[in-house]
């Protein structure tokens, strides 16, 4: 009986222990600053910016995320949320076309995130962090304010 209580406790603090450290380690995979590279992504509708730049900082138990986006057209705008990963919404500051989102973590390497106007769902988006942590696609499905399908893949590399 000694023997089963000692390996159902062991087993409880390694599981544990495994938790603890897979939680620490995926809330800050994709932390840092991005840069899109333009030339492995696609965008549709297009045309494709000219440059977009993301910072993802740890936040508690979520994430704070802003981006510099310089459009084809040479306009820039920053945009910038606070969110947990608990599937709840948080409000969007700096767009015109989402002003809340909605996140999810689905495994170590990927989140998604649900973009809302008016509280209506216009896109999501799924982040997927390269296994080497250097770089991260997003894929993004949904509909513009024109009412055009977005069917989006961008690439961001580290810097």
Request: aromatic residues 8%.
């Amino acid at each position: 009986m000694k023997m089963i209580l000692r390996n159902a406790l062991f087993a409880i603090a390694a599981f544990a222990a495994a938790t603890f450290v897979w939680a620490q380690s995926s809330e800050a995979v994709g932390v840092g600053t991005w840069k899109l590279n333009v030339e492995k992504s696609k965008f549709s509708p297009g045309p494709a910016p000219k440059s977009i730049t993301t910072k993802f900082e740890p936040d508690g138990r979520g994430v704070k995320w802003k981006v510099e986006r310089t459009a084809a057209d040479g306009q820039v705008t920053v945009s910038e949320f606070t969110a947990q990963y608990d599937g709840k919404d948080y409000p969007l500051k700096g767009s015109t076309t989402v002003d809340a989102v909605s996140m999810r973590r689905i495994d170590a390497l990927t989140t998604e995130r649900v973009n809302k106007k008016d509280g209506k769902v216009v896109s999501t988006e799924i982040r997927k962090v390269a296994k080497d942590g250097k770089s991260y696609t997003t894929t993004v499905k949904g509909t513009t304010a024109k009412g055009e399908p977005i069917d989006t893949v961008m690439v961001f590399d580290k810097i």
